[in-house]
């Protein structure tokens, strides 16, 4: 019982505004010694609760993002958007994903990657970044980019979510996507079936 208080205890404090901690920040944060916390955190990383990142500081992972879903206002959104994006994804040959803005961070709520692309964005749920503007939430990467248009109104969705595209820097244009892209944030809007073109 007192391991698995400590572990939510280290969860507890990543519900912050800092997207990653080094395990000093993390031992100041919780009171454990580094040795403690490295058995808890390999042991939620092993879950994906946790992740370490190749900078060597800890960071949330996959596994409370998916939990969540199962909340029903959640699952429902996910229900709604995720067969759009899997449609956006195959028409524009990207990755298209449902952003989660809010103090300043984004997070990433659902992907669809595209079929039978080589050389594509690999964004997974749950994969988070600092933003200068709630107004641009857009991931900087090296040779990429990433286009993302507003979800703004409705009784499901909320002014902070956001439709996104990325890829490769030079190629989203050429594939029309800014088109795709506003038409799938319209069929949100108007509530269209999934299924219907885009």
Known sequence: ??????????????DSRKESFSL?????ATGYYKSTLLRLLGSLER???????????????G????????????????????????????????TASLLEVSDGGVLCSLVALPPDQALRHDLTPGTQWSCQSVHDPQLRM????MLCQQL?????????????????????????CVRLLKTATHQLHQGASPGDDL
């Open 63 to 94: 596994t409370p993002l998916r939990l969540a879903r199962r909340h029903p206002p959640s699952r429902d959104l996910a229900l709604r958007v995720q067969p759009v994006l899997d449609k956006l994804a195959r028409q524009s040959g990207e």
């Open 1 to 14: 019982m007192e391991a698995v208080e400590r572990a939510l205890t280290v969860l507890e404090t990543f």
């Open 24 to 28: 000093a920040e993390l031992a100041q």
């Open 152 to 176: 703004d109104g409705g009784d499901a969705l909320a002014p902070d979510l956001w439709l996104a595209l990325s890829g490769p820097a030079g190629r989203l244009e050429s594939t029309d």
């Open 142 to 145: 090296a040779g990429g980019e």
């Open 47 to 61: 879950f994906d609760y946790t992740r370490r990142g190749e900078d060597g500081r800890w960071r949330m992972g």
